[in-house]
């Protein structure tokens, strides 16, 4: 089966510094990495979703690459905020195997005023 | 407005009670999951259904059952044979063929 890693577990970044956040995947035939930010209390949420004939991708301050041979993508936030301060998540999708993700464990990211 | 519904959103047990946590979705997505997760932990899938009167076990489904009689309702009982039941649980819903996953906002369940 498919297993996430994602790096590091905890990330603190002064108020307008940049944020990234990786993860790697085991199976080569993952064709779908979305990201969810998760606040406290809360469900998950998605922010960005990448797929495999993609190599990058960007919404406003959000970003999100893939390298493919390595198996590994990241999140890329710029110009952090204070409201950018939650948990984020990685995940992959393998298809053929009933349309499941496998999340990585998690980023709390900590924007500091 | 369309969305996932998860109720109660806190829910006290007793030792050795069962237990249904609901999850309603009105956007007429046919795959339904249940997750939980566990402080400082990621998402771990406990069941998940692609239609009506069908599912699947996850990866931690011993202790936990479902039910998928209609297309917008997934619920979870967690039964006497879960023995850590204290978690934050997750509902999801999808499309069949695509991939993004739409989440409830999750039960609190405490084992008193």
């Known amino acids: 089966g498919e297993n996430v890693e994602q790096h590091p577990s905890t990330l603190s970044v002064q108020e307008g510094d940049s944020a990234v956040i990786k993860c790697t995947y085991s199976?080569?035939?993952?064709?779908?990495f979305p990201w969810y930010k998760q606040e406290l209390g809360k469900g998950p949420q998605l922010i960005i979703d990448?797929?495999?004939?993609?190599g990058e991708k960007k919404d406003q301050r959000i970003a999100v690459t893939l390298n493919k041979t390595a198996k590994h993508f990241s999140l890329h936030i710029t110009e952090t905020q204070p409201e950018d301060s939650a948990v984020y998540f990685c995940?992959?999708?393998?298809?053929?195997?009933?349309?499941?993700?496998?999340f990585g464990t998690g980023t709390q990211l900590k924007v500091e005023l | 407005d369309g969305g996932i519904t998860q109720s109660p959103k806190y829910l006290f047990r007793k030792e050795g009670q069962n237990v249904t946590l609901s999850c309603e979705q009105n956007?007429?997505?046919?795959?339904m999951y249940w997750y939980r997760q566990d402080p400082g932990q990621g998402l771990r899938l406990i069941y998940y259904?692609?239609?009506?009167?069908?599912?699947q076990k996850g990866d931690i489904a011993e202790g936990y059952s479902v039910s998928r009689e209609k297309k917008e309702s997934f619920p979870l009982t967690v039964t006497s044979a879960q023995k850590n039941p204290t978690a934050f649980y997750l509902c999801?819903?999808?499309?069949?063929?695509?991939?993004?996953?739409?989440f409830g906002s999750g039960t609190r369940l405490t084992v008193v």
């Open positions: 999801a819903s999808s499309w069949d063929y695509s991939d993004g996953y739409t």
């Open positions: 199976d080569s035939a993952s064709n779908y």
């Open positions: 990448i797929r495999s004939n993609v």
């Open positions: 995940a992959a999708h393998l298809t053929g195997g009933g349309n499941k993700l496998t």
């Open positions: 956007l007429n997505h046919d795959a």
């Open positions: 259904s692609q239609i009506v009167n069908d599912f």
